[in-house]
Each structure stands twice: as C-alpha cells, then as structure tokens.
C-alpha cells in the first residue's frame, strides 16, 4: 500500500524542537499534568487514589463506561455504546477509512483540510475528488461544487470541522445542505470535528445530530490540551460502530488504562478546561488581530475562535525557504502553506501561551522588514 509522505507531520517532526517560539501548533497551550489535576482543587489526590489501585492489564477495551459516557453526552443522541475509544483522532479518522473504504470508491474530500482525509482513502485504492475550499469565500467550499462531484456511487463526503488550517466552521445550515446531497447516494459524511470554536461554541453542530450516516471523530488534543494522552473517538450509529469494532481489534485493542482515566478526569472537568482555554483564545485573538492590522506584509481571513489560522504573507522568497530561515536565525516556527499546498500562506497558530506569540509575532514582523 502506498501513501504520500504526510506533509505537516514531516515538517514539524523536523523542525518543532528546535524553535523558541513556536506559533505553528493547533493545540491550544497544552497542560501540564499538575496543571490539569489541579482541576479537582485537590491535586489529583483522588485520581492517584483510585489509579494506584488499577491494575496494568487491558482495561476497558473500547474504553471505559465512564468515557463512553462522558463523551456521549457531547451529542443530541448517541447512546454510549456506538462510542468507541481510539489513539487520538488520528486513530479514529484511520479507523473510519480503514473499516468503509474499498478500492474503486469514489469519495469527495474538503480540500486543503487533514491530509488523513483524502490521502488515506487513496491509499486505500479509492478515487478521491478535491472539494477546494476558498479564501473569498471565507475558506468555505462552494456547495454548487459538491454537487458537480457527486456520483450516484459516492461512498463518503470527508470534512474537516472546524478546518484545519484555516479556523472556519461550516454552519449548520452548510453542513444541512452537505447531508441532502450525501443522502442522494446514501454516502458516508465522515467530519473530523477535533477543533471547536471557544466563543459561540453552540454555532457548532456535530455531524451525527445531523446525519444517521454521519460520522464524527474528535480528541482531547486541541481544545482539551491535552494530545499526550493520545484519546480520541468515533461516534456513529450502531451499525457502522459494530463494523469498526471488527477494525479496530485488528489495529489497537485498547488505549491504555491510565490514559483512559485521565481522559475521563479531563471530560467531568470539561466546563473548566473550555473556561481557561476561551480565556486563552480570547486574549490571544486580540493580539493577534492587533498585529495583523499593524503588520503590512500579513494579512488573514480571521478565524472562528479556533486555535489555527491560515495568514497570507506577502514576501517575495519561496515559503519553505523563509519559514527555515525565520526558525534558524529568530528561533520562529510556522507551517510553510505548501504543506497544504498552498503557497502564498503559512499556518500560524495563535493559541500558544501568551509571551510565546507575543515574542514570535514580534520576531516574525521584525525579520520580515528586510524585505521593505
Ligand atoms: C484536523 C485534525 N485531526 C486530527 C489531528 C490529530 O489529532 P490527535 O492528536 O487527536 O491524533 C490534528 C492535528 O493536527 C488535526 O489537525
């Protein structure tokens, strides 16, 4: 099986630990273990308590009740059973992929989005059509476009909601308009919904209280802060549950018994994490916003309290070139837009903590002088 190399994985795996400033993440500012298990206001004390008793086999294989629980109560109605624990929203996108799609499928993907959504399917031997979205349009994909891409073998509509990297959300009425068309040849619409947007989260409309074949994937690595637990999921109806569930003994069995019950910690503290992370987000987004409208070589369709953002930098160098020299000699890290195939722009993630943007912005406007 043969697949592209995975073009943001590889550049941040060569890059990442070696900036100072790193403004190229999507994670809003991870937390410390003693950051998180303050939550309780007992420092975790009863966490350690109940974990010193747990043994170290296999736990709960498709995750505990508690976290099938916890996260079916993010939607409308999804009983806790069509949940299935996976290793993070990477796990839970491949296993989608891995269990529905067959070689000669035709599936429709957003376009630039995660690379998962439209390389993996190919990989599989399916016939991937791009659904672009765009920059006038507020990176929205034009719907009158889905319909031209539509076949009446269609298997699966892959989006990526909130989009990485532009921060947009697709509205409900969006999204509705998405479900008609997919109904005409009964496809899958498998939404990556990892980003939620911190101010006016209600705007924010999972796929599967939409859509019986809708399929949603998330984590607890963006807007939970937390990616180094490696806990994600799929929600879906029972039907397309029990086929993963074939799937995913193949490839997991389960995510470990201590990151279970750290991620079922984090969702019963779930109010507190979205209340510090809005805080970070809001105060970010107006830095942010202050330099973009002071900086004349950036400019951005802004993003929807969403911890990543798609500015376009005008400078007359090629992207991948600058964004080594801008790390190497002001310790900056962006994303180069050609990893999205897009040139003209960089991924800029604004959520890091507040000294550290603060710092890369000025770093990256001052190095970006030499070219006035
Ligand atoms: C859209 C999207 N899905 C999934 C992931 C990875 O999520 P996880 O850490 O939960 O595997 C990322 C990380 O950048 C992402 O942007």
Redesign the pocket.
């Known amino acids: 099986m043969k697949i592209a190399g995975f073009g943001?994985?590889e550049w941040l795996n060569k890059w990442e630990k070696s900036a100072t400033y790193d403004i190229s993440?999507?994670?809003i500012a991870s937390m410390a273990m003693n950051e998180a298990l303050s939550l309780d206001g007992k420092d975790g004390e009863d966490f350690y308590k109940i974990l010193d008793q747990q043994k170290m086999n296999y736990g709960w294989i498709e995750g505990s009740p508690d976290f099938k629980q916890e996260v079916s109560n993010l939607y409308q109605d999804i009983s806790p059973d069509n949940i299935l624990q996976?290793?993070?929203?990477?796990?839970?996108?491949h296993l989608a992929l891995y269990a529905l799609i067959e070689p000669g499928d035709h599936i429709i993907s957003e376009y630039p989005?995660?690379q998962?959504?439209y390389d993996i399917p190919k990989s599989l031997g399916a016939h991937v059509d791009y659904w672009h979205i765009h920059e006038d349009q507020n990176w929205y994909p034009d719907i009158d476009e889905l319909k031209s891409l539509m076949r009446p073998d269609t298997k699966m509509i892959c989006l990526?909601n909130a989009?990485?990297?532009t921060g947009t959300l697709l509205d409900e009425t969006f999204l509705k308009q998405v479900v008609e068309l997919a109904k005409q040849s009964g496809a899958y619409v498998l939404v990556?919904e990892?980003?939620l947007p911190l101010v006016h989260s209600e705007e924010f409309v999972s796929i599967v209280d939409l859509y019986d074949k809708g399929i949603a994937?998330?984590?607890?690595?963006?807007t939970y802060s937390m990616?180094g637990i490696?806990?994600?999921w799929t929600a879906s109806n029972t039907a397309v549950a029990d086929l993963f569930r074939k799937y995913r003994d193949y490839t997991m069995i389960c995510c470990g018994v201590f990151n279970d019950a750290m991620a079922v910690y984090i969702l019963k503290h779930r109010d507190q994490v979205l209340d510090r992370n809005r805080k970070l987000v809001l105060n970010n987004l107006k830095i942010y916003k202050d330099w973009i409208a002071s900086e004349p070589r950036a400019s951005v369709v802004m993003p929807q309290a969403v911890s990543?953002s798609f500015p376009k930098l005008d400078i007359p160098e090629d992207i991948e070139t600058f964004c080594i020299r801008l790390l190497k000699e002001q310790g900056v890290l962006l994303v180069p837009g050609t990893r999205f195939d897009m040139p003209g722009h960089v991924r800029l993630g604004y959520c890091a903590d507040e000294s550290t943007l603060r710092e890369g912005l000025n770093r990256l406007s001052t190095f970006m002088r030499q070219y006035d």
Request: hydrophobic share 20%.
């Open positions: 943001v994985e993440q999507s994670t996976t290793n993070g929203a990477t796990g839970a996108n989005s995660y998962q959504l990526n989009n990485n990297p990556d990892v980003y994937t998330n984590s607890l690595s963006k990616p490696r806990v994600g990543t």
